[in-house]
């Protein structure tokens, strides 16, 4: 650090430096972020002081935070919005660690390490009765969750010594997005990865084939990260009321999409949140599709009762603020992120949104109508503002099943090549894929019609070229 300060012109043309140097969107078809709305930046800019992680210091913003929870369950179809659960947190990352951090602690609480290596039965074959209507005591694996025990009682102490616990798994669908990978790392979990079907979508046999005893829970995604697909929710729904697992949707990006789409227009008409009793959590990020600022996630659980297993176990006591307890994962979180969520949900209503959705499915439609004149085509069809184009070789060539390793690894290649030339020629940010070779456009509320003829003018030169 320098001794002297420097004026305040001095940085801020340091700052102008920098930021020159950034994108403001123009030509991003990467990413799932967006310019945020101008009043979300007003009410960021507001609340900038704000830490909703001392919530009496800061009581305001802990009622806004309470009521955006409110909201965001309301339009997941919470049948009692009042009673879910949830906070902001920085993203669809944490949203994902904090809800299997919520499985795994519940799955050692109530479960316990049975060793076991039997497959976990389904509730038919027990003709149980649901988990909530059970006494403690009855409840398989453990008699009583482990904070009420004494330390002497505790499982640990119990277990013969020769007996190592079985690594908890997590189910969840191959298309699953990378933060999962991490989970995987920090918890000791092991992920098992269900198949998915041609439309980018789990199959649900597959996903039930994989629970054991060791399941801590399930996955489902709505709007993955690569083609925008939304798993079968409603099986997934039933595949964990059976086996008595939580169920924790990935709506990262789909969350502030699918509600909004229009049925008649898209042919969507499958339900993917709390309207399904499955469904035990859902994450929707108000930094993609919400129009809010970065960092802004979510996450909703249905009612506080279903971390009655968990919340102690990362719960603290914190004598020193002016609350009593905390149990979300970070400490400190930004308010100014929780009044631009607030301040965009409130300004915009459902018909903002929808109008949003609509607007990025015009794109949609004009970027495959433009798209299928220079002879390509996507790679599926979009179910929502992410579009898929497989150039690898030809506009038919489905590096799916059947190409041979050669083939890909070529595809491959012309892809990135493809994609390189489009930032260096053009300016065009383009995504690539992970499953296939093959462009990947993320069509969000910053880009126009004109934006996508010109990047598929260019991308027509250079396939023209190559
Ligand atoms: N779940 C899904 C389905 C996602 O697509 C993503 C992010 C996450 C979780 C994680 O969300 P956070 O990145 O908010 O923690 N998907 C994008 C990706 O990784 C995020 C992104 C956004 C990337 C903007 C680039 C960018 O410019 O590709």
Known sequence: M?????????VLAKLSFFSDSDTNFKKVLSSMCTVPHPIAVRAYHQFIHSNVGDPGLFQGTAK???????????????????????????GGTESNIEAVLHMKNRFVAFQGNSGSSEPRKSEESKAERPETERPETERPGTERPET??????????????????KKPNLVLPKTAHFSFKKIANMFG??????????????????????IDENTIGLIGIAGNTEFGACDPIDKLSEIALKYRLPLHIDAAFGGFVYPFLDPARSGFDSKFSFDLPGVSSVSADPHKMGLSVIPAGILVFRDR?????????????????TSRYQSTLTGTRPGAAVAATYAVMKHLGREGYRKNVAYCMDLTDHFQKELERTGLKPYLKPQINIVTVNIGAGPDSGTGPGKGAKEIEAAREK?????????????????????????????????????????????KKLLDDD
């Open 189 to 210: 979990i092991e992920l098992k990865k269900a198949e998915v079907d041609s439309q980018s979508r789990v199959i649900p046999n597959s996903a039930e084939s994989q």
């Open 64 to 90: 806004m935070e309470k009521e955006v929870i409110e909201i965001v369950a309301g339009f997941l179809n919470h049948p009692n919005p009042a009673t879910a659960f949830g906070h902001l947190t920085s």
């Open 2 to 10: 320098d001794e002297n300060g420097l004026s305040e012109e001095e």
């Open 148 to 165: 009420e025990r004494p330390e002497t009682e505790r499982p640990e102490t119990e277990k013969p010594e020769t007996e190592k616990p």
């Open 305 to 321: 009762s279903f971390l009655d297993l968990s919340l102690d176990k990362i719960k603290v006591k914190t004598p020193y603020l």
């Open 415 to 459: 892809t990135d090549k493809i994609r390189s030339l489009l930032l260096e020629k053009y300016g065009w940010n383009v995504s690539a894929a992970k499953t296939i070779p093959a462009l990947r456009f993320v069509l969000m509320p910053h880009v126009t019609k004109e934006d996508i003829n010109g990047v598929i003018s260019d991308l």
